[in-house]
DNA sequence: GTGGCTGCAAAATGTTTGCACGGAT
DNA sequence: ATCCGTGCAAACATTTTGCAGCCAC
């Protein structure tokens, strides 16, 4: 199937990129129907899976909540997330790509090919907003 | 608030704890249910949390699809997911308790107070059914 | 007897899907 | 002229919540 250029992917694109921090996909629905208010809810969700999956954007797993979120860079790091306002952030840490050798599946024929590393904690407004 | 023993509770730790594998609430609720028809989803779903949160339990964050799981093991191990059926599995693996003090937030003020290490692969039965 | 726990149904949440139509190629 | 992408609403999946009655303490 031939892959189309439409408006709507364009701004979902400018929309995540230019996002300071780690969207859901309401976030990004939110920024371009600010602007766009015509655009369905549905098509942002479409076009993020499409922009991911050809590796213009990535795709950041469930935290939590089990929301989603888009990430503006597409090299591996690893992230972290507030546990109390479900914040994500980026961490410094140098990328691993050996430890799936090192680790052993207590099940028969299970086959690893990629991980994830996710950092918990508290933001500082969360921990200010605390006490 | 004081906490009272029912039989639902005991069911539902009962459940968890002979399940081989690592079971979502749903898994647990029907179990029970083949035995006991008559408890309800929303009663396995308070107690899993009541039990999680009392350490008699563990409660697996969310895999792939954003399922919770639960595990009988209560020490501090890893996982791995398929990402075709979403089964869950033990990995081995040290648990790195220093990690959290080598990673380094890119965002001021963000403390982190644990971590979450997570392989990605694929299952036996579903790589053997894969071609 | 009191108030936490239960069952039920409804709501909340995040995401996906069916469908007819309009627009990119 | 195709047929992919869109908007809309409905469906989905998982989990939570409001409420009246029940039962463990």
């Known amino acids: ?20 921090g780690h969207p859901s996909a ?17 098509t942002v969700y479409r076009n993020l899976s499409l922009l991911a999956e050809e590796g213009k954007i990535r795709r950041v797993e469930s935290f939590g909540n089990g929301e989603v979120r888009y990430d503006h860079r597409t090299d591996k790091h690893y992230h972290g997330y507030c546990s109390k306002c479900g914040r994500v952030v980026d961490i410094r840490l140098s990328y691993d790509n050996e430890i799936i050798n090192k680790a052993l599946p207590m099940e028969d024929g299970f086959v690893i090919t990629s991980h994830e590393l996710i950092f918990e904690g508290i933001c500082k407004e969360c921990r200010e907003k605390g006490e």
């Not at 990004?28 to 549905?42: C, D, P």
Request: net charge neutral; hydrophobic share 30%; charged share 25%.
């Open 26 to 42: 309401d976030d990004v629905y939110r920024i371009i129907s600010s602007e766009h208010s015509s655009i369905s809810k549905a």
């Open 1 to 20: 199937m031939e892959r189309r250029n439409t408006m709507q992917k364009a701004l979902t694109y400018e929309a995540v990129m230019s996002y300071p």
